[in-house]
T-cell receptor
C-alpha cells in the first residue's frame, strides 16, 4: 500500500542530544514537508523540499536540519540548539501542481527530558 | 504573512449540525483546505476550495468566499466519531516556484466535541 511512514511513534531524549526523526514515502511525491504541532497551536512548517538534494526553510527552521538524498526520504534532525523541542512532529508529502491533497504521516511525539 | 482564525472548541449533540468558521488574512491566496485530526493521529484531508461557493461531500460541506476571506466547514448528522480537531489551512498563490500545495499555513484548529 502507498503511504507515508514516520518512525518512531514516540521518542524520548535527554536535553542536549541531537535526535533524528525518520520520514519515508512511497507515493512518488516530489515534495515533502516537516511540521511541528504544539497544544493549542496550528501546525507550523519547519522545512520543506521539492526536489532531491534541495530544501528550504519554513517558518520555524532554527534548531532543525534536514536532508533529501533520496526522493523517498526526508529525515529531520532536532539539534541541541532547538530550545523547546518537545512537540508532535508531522511529516507530509504532496504533488507539485497535481492533486492539492497533502498526505501526512502518523507523527512522532518527541519528549526531551 | 498569514493570519488564520477559527474557534477553539465547539460542542454539539449526536445527529445535529455544526458549522466551523474560518477567517483568514493573507498576502497571497490560492485555496483553502480543511483537515480532520483525531488526537495523536495524522490529519486527514476533508476538502479543498479554490473557487467561491459550496462544495458538498457526503455529510461534510465546505464553503469559501474569497472576497470576504471566509470559509466554513459544515458537519451534518453528527456522529460520535466526528469528535476531533478540524484544521483550516490556506495555500499561497501558484506560480511561485518555491511553493506547492503542501506548503500550508494552518489555523490553530477547532476541537469539536460530540455528545450523546
Amino acid at each position: 500500500d502507498g503511504g507515508i511512514t514516520q518512525s518512531p511513534k514516540y521518542l524520548f531524549r535527554k536535553e542536549g542530544q541531537n535526535v533524528t526523526l525518520s520520514c519515508e514515502q512511497n507515493l512518488n511525491h516530489d515534495a515533502m514537508y516537516w511540521y511541528r504541532q504544539d497544544p493549542g497551536q496550528g501546525l507550523r512548517l519547519i522545512y520543506y523540499s521539492q526536489i532531491v538534494n534541495d530544501f528550504q526553510k519554513g517558518d520555524i527552521a532554527e534548531g532543525y536540519s534536514v536532508s533529501r538524498e533520496k526522493k523517498e526520504s526526508f529525515p529531520l534532525t532536532v539539534t541541541s540548539a532547538q530550545k523547546n523541542p518537545t512537540a508532535f512532529y508531522l511529516c507530509a508529502s504532496g504533488s507539485i501542481g497535481g492533486s492539492p491533497e497533502a498526505f501526512f504521516g502518523q507523527g512522532t511525539r518527541l519528549t526531551v527530558v | 504573512g498569514q493570519n488564520i482564525d477559527q474557534p477553539t472548541e465547539m460542542t454539539a449533540t449526536e445527529g445535529a449540525i455544526v458549522q466551523i468558521n474560518c477567517t483568514y488574512q493573507t498576502s497571497g491566496f490560492n485555496g483553502l483546505f480543511w483537515y480532520q485530526q483525531h488526537a495523536g493521529e495524522a490529519p486527514t484531508f476533508l476538502s479543498y476550495n479554490v473557487l467561491d461557493g459550496l462544495e458538498e461531500k457526503g455529510r461534510f460541506s465546505s464553503f469559501l468566499s474569497r472576497s470576504k476571506g471566509y470559509s466554513y466547514l459544515l458537519l451534518k448528522e453528527l456522529q460520535m466519531k466526528d469528535s476531533a480537531s478540524y484544521l483550516c489551512a490556506v495555500t499561497l498563490a501558484p506560480g511561485r516556484t518555491t511553493d506547492s500545495w503542501g506548503k500550508l499555513q494552518f489555523g490553530a484548529g477547532t476541537q469539536v466535541v460530540v455528545t450523546p
